[in-house]
């Protein structure tokens, strides 16, 4: 349901708290005050200190416009940019935002195009967003027009810094961000060049939903094993993600905001589970078996030792490397209890046809229909409307205890603690 | 819309045929609809032949030729094994979903099949929740007939909805 369709919906007050109300609680590390995800105050602080702030954010994927005039549209936070390549070849990231009186020029989803055009007043801009043409610059006979001081330079787009590696656009507001590759932490672009080698890029499609949760709440699930090997009975069954195989929750060693979730399936297509293990698991079924297993293979393809990793890449990105289904998640943040997701499920140039399809048939594990992504919706929605609604106000974090960072147990929320660490650094709380 | 635009193929039967073969269509599809509303998913696949293709995808992959699917199966088989984990294993909210479907139209008749469109509306309710328009698309259909009766060797569930609303839990 989109948030604002909800029938019963209100967020009670002392979740919408205004900043001055929001004290983080004393056991600072093992509890998460719901108001971080309800009030309206935190996330306004929240798109520009972290989204605004000294932060790269993903904007699409350099597959997505190889040509010069190639344009897409796309978002920084829950900002509309325009992602272009200009006709040296540079990208550029710039505001949807007309200079002259605001609108939001550039309907199409993606394009190609000689200019981008302003079809209000016909305001005109060149593909890095230099505003090139103004009608009637000088009036009609003699009057009217802009005055004579009026200087095109300094009525552009709004642009936004970029930074590309191997074939993954971001941009950021900030000058003084760090270059991209120092952002990402040494052991995160380990992973981020799994996936992306800088081997070409085919783009598969796209799919957008909005899940009716704050945006954290997505890094959070990508950060707690814990309910992979609880929630999702298709990880456990089928052995893609179990307690007690070679798996690993990492946080980056620097700040704790990017992490990834990784696991190494075995040769079995289905899991062994110890008794011990079982008896804690109800979603474990024994029975389950598929009737089309060509799902469930893996084709090694990557010098990795995991099969499946997850990356959260703060704070707007995640690389799913799921065995052989490839995708990159936009996360646009929209209002406390609302985020977009945007998904770009890709394979490589020189996949053969064979491989692009099992690609596509495993890609029934994730997006909005997949056995795992459906699931994570709906809780993540449960959740949301939980803290909203409800009179307790906190989370509690306590599995791993004390622990801030990676993990080698999947009974851990330390790689979640790790990010609040620096959440809370940031926003000052 | 032009004539070669992919959603949009040329019909080429003679118009008393069609008009016979849409009875028989919507004849289907309503069994279809009742199967899927009444949550009888494991009784979805039947509607298919053995090595049937069905994908969900939105209209701007269709339109831009990608090939990925929200649900993307290759053969019957494959199609029971998400009507089993949907039916048995999935964890999502209780709901209620209803199709309303209309003008289909019957493209061609050839050894290949029957080709077919049919404009669907996919209403969802939950619990405490509103009825919402959840999907709005059409179904691009080839049929074959076996035994006798209509089965699905393809059905491409194409969305105009861009941005659905959290999750799509049962096959459309």
């Known amino acids: ?429 | 819309m032009k004539n070669d635009h992919p959603l949009n193929r040329p019909r080429a039967i003679d118009s008393a045929r069609a008009l016979e073969l849409r009875r028989e269509i919507e004849e289907f599809n309503a069994d279809y609809c009742a199967t899927l509303d009444a949550n009888d998913i494991e009784g979805w696949p039947d509607y298919f032949t053995d090595d049937a293709l069905y994908r969900v995808t939105s209209r701007e992959n269709a339109e831009l030729g990608l090939p990925v699917g929200l649900v993307y199966a290759e053969g019957r088989a494959m199609m029971r094994d998400r009507a089993v984990a949907i039916s048995r294993t999935q964890m999502f909210a209780p709901r209620y979903m209803l199709h309303v479907l209309s003008n289909t139209r019957v493209i061609t008749e050839d050894a290949a099949g029957i080709r077919a469109q049919t404009a669907f509306l996919l209403m969802q309710t939950l619990v405490e929740g509103p009825t919402t328009l959840h999907l709005a698309g059409t179904y691009h259909d080839r049929f074959l007939r076996l035994d006798g009766r209509l089965k699905l060797a393809e059905r491409q569930v194409v969305h105009d909805t861009n941005i659905l609303a959290n999750d799509l839990v049962y096959p459309v």
């Open chain 1, 1 to 429: 349901m989109y948030q604002s369709q909800t029938v019963i919906g209100r967020t009670l007050r002392e979740k919408d708290a205004p900043l001055a109300d929001c004290k983080w609680p004393d056991d600072a590390l093992h509890y998460i005050p719901d108001w971080v995800y309800t009030s309206q105050a935190v996330y306004d602080l929240e798109i520009e200190r972290i989204f605004r702030g000294k932060s790269w954010n993903f904007v699409a994927l350099e597959a997505e416009i190889p040509e010069a005039g190639d344009y897409k549209r796309s978002y920084v936070g829950p900002v509309p940019v325009v992602v272009s390549r200009a006709d040296d070849g540079s990208i550029n990231v710039f505001e949807n935002r007309c200079a002259h009186r605001g609108a939001e020029f550039c309907r199409h989803a993606q394009g190609n195009t000689r200019e981008f055009v302003c079809p209000y007043h016909q305001w005109s801009y060149d593909l890095k967003g230099n505003l090139q043409g103004v009608p009637f610059r000088r009036g009609v006979n003699r009057a009217g027009g802009m005055p004579k001081d009026f200087k095109t330079s300094e009525h552009g787009l709004r642009k936004l810094h970029v930074a590309t590696r191997h074939g993954v656009i971001f941009a950021s507001y900030s000058a003084e961000v760090e270059p991209l590759e120092e952002y990402l932490t040494p052991e995160i672009l380990e992973d981020f060049d799994v996936a992306f080698p800088g081997k070409k890029l085919k783009i598969l499609g796209y799919y957008r939903n909005e899940l009716p949760c704050n945006w954290k709440m997505y890094h959070e699930n990508l950060k707690d094993p814990y309910h992979a090997t609880l929630l999702h009975s298709f990880l456990v069954v089928f052995g893609l993600l179990v307690a007690g195989n070679k798996s690993a929750m990492f946080a980056d060693k620097v700040h704790g905001r990017h992490g990834y979730m990784a696991s190494a399936k075995t040769e079995e297509k289905y899991a062994v589970v110890s008794e011990e293990n079982r008896k804690e698991m109800r979603s474990f079924n024994d029975g389950m078996r598929l009737e089309d297993e060509r799902f469930l293979e893996f084709v090694k393809e990557f010098d990795s030792p995991w099969s499946v990793t997850m990356a959260t890449i703060w704070p707007n990105f995640v690389i799913q490397r799921e065995m052989n289904t490839l995708g990159v998640r936009h996360i646009i943040p929209n209002g406390p209890d609302s985020m977009i997701m945007q998904w770009t499920m890709f394979g490589y140039e020189d996949d053969t046809p064979e491989m692009e399809r099992h690609r596509l048939r495993q890609g029934n594990l994730m997006g909005p229909a997949g056995f795992l992504g459906l699931e994570d919706n709906e809780a993540m929605k449960f959740v949301q409307e939980g803290l909203r609604r409800c009179t307790t106000g906190v989370n509690v974090l306590k599995l791993d205890a004390d622990k801030v960072g990676a993990s080698d147990t999947l009974i851990s929320e330390a790689a979640i603690r790790a990010m609040y660490v620096y959440y809370r650094q940031v926003m000052g709380f």
